[in-house]
């Protein structure tokens, strides 16, 4: 199993260019998450995905939108980028539910918004 | 919103020594999760805690999830070089999607 993958690992966008990123979990989980890593600040939810066709808004959505068509893939998108969306960005998967939670993480994906 | 405070925020210490660090809230939660970030990597899980008081081993790592449910710890024993990295505590509040709260980290440095 390849468990949770991000594409792309890097990317450079200019103010007010959009893109998409993809994230892919073959484990057959629920729920999905995106991150966003900064320094001194940890890890930052988006938003999160708790079944495929439903996204629900994290500590810091304003700036995104995600779908979540197919129960394997989170798509977390960027309509006019910002240099403050200049991060890293992680997207995560669980499978339990209710009170344990166990999230598996991919391995990021660079953002610079020059 | 809901806050965690890891401490230290970094850590510099010389092969074989212990490590401790740790986390605490203003929030209950009713799980605690420590996690590893190596360089340009995804966190990876080391240990999971699910009841007050418990007390989890995975190897040399070590940690507990404090009686008030608002804090845990974590130790590492006879450090190695390879335990260089940025280690994250979560907690997780019940019934709100899985949603975890992350600490802002520590990162650690191990000098041979």
């Known amino acids: 199993n390849a468990g949770v993958t991000q594409t792309p690992k890097f990317r450079v966008l200019k103010t007010g260019q959009s893109m998409t990123l993809l994230c892919a979990q073959d484990?057959?989980?629920?729920?999905m998450y995106w991150y966003r890593q900064d320094p001194g600040m940890g890890l930052r939810l988006i938003h999160y995905s708790v079944g495929e066709g439903t996204t629900a808004k994290g500590e810091v959505p304003d700036g995104y939108n995600v779908s979540r068509l197919k129960k394997q893939n989170f798509l977390l998108g960027l309509e006019s980028a910002a240099p403050s969306q200049t991060s890293v960005y992680f997207c995560a998967s669980s499978y339990t539910t209710g009170e344990s939670n166990e999230q598996f993480f991919g391995p990021g994906t660079r953002l610079t918004v020059l | 919103g809901q806050q965690l405070n890891q401490s230290p925020q970094s850590m510099f210490i010389q092969e074989g020594e212990d490590v401790s660090m740790n986390c605490t809230s203003s929030s209950i939660f009713n799980t605690w999760l420590w996690y590893k970030q190596d360089p340009g990597e995804g966190p990876v899980l080391l240990i999971a805690l699910y009841k007050a008081g418990e007390l989890t081993s995975n190897g040399r790592l070590t940690a507990q999830f404090g009686i008030t449910r608002k804090d845990s710890f974590l130790n590492i024993s006879a450090s190695i070089p390879s335990d260089v990295g940025i280690y994250f505590c979560a907690g997780q509040l019940g019934n709100q999607g899985g949603k975890l709260i992350f600490g802002q980290g520590t990162e650690l440095s191990v000098k041979p």
């Open positions: 484990m057959n989980h629920e729920y």
